[in-house]
């Protein structure tokens, strides 16, 4: 059995800063590709950011230059650094990883953590 356990998030006022960061534990061979995912209300769910195992990233536009993904690759820990948070950040932010166990490879997610942006 694989988890993923998300931490950080809440609310701040626009233009400060947020710190995510998700584990996983578990049952693990491998973790391959680690990414943060957001969904606003009455909207779909949408990448925010991806990193390889060999640490390459890829952001959504919206987030370039604002958001900074990374990985602990002993930890199986991902995170996401957000900096001048806007209102239209505001979102439930999921975080995926690609994980290998004894059993098959497959896609776990995490619970979610509530990110609110005020104005």
């Known amino acids: 059995q694989v988890q993923l356990v998300e931490s950080g998030g809440g609310l701040v006022q626009a233009g400060g800063s947020l710190s995510l960061s998700c584990a996983a534990s578990?049952?693990?061979?491998?973790?391959?590709?680690m990414g943060w995912y957001r969904q606003a209300p009455g909207k779909r769910r949408e990448l925010v950011a991806i990193?390889?195992?060999?640490?390459?990233?890829h952001y959504a536009e919206s987030v370039k230059g604002r958001f900074t993904i990374s990985r602990d690759g002993v930890k199986n820990t991902v995170y996401l650094q957000m900096n001048t948070l806007k209102p239209e950040d505001t979102a439930v932010y999921y975080c995926?990883?690609?994980?290998?166990?004894?059993?098959?490879?497959?896609?776990?997610w995490g619970q979610g953590t509530q990110v609110t942006v005020s104005s």
């Open positions: 995926n990883a690609d994980i290998n166990t004894p059993q098959a490879l497959r896609t776990y």
């Open positions: 578990g049952s693990i061979i491998r973790v391959n590709d």
């Open positions: 990193i390889t195992s060999d640490d390459r990233t």
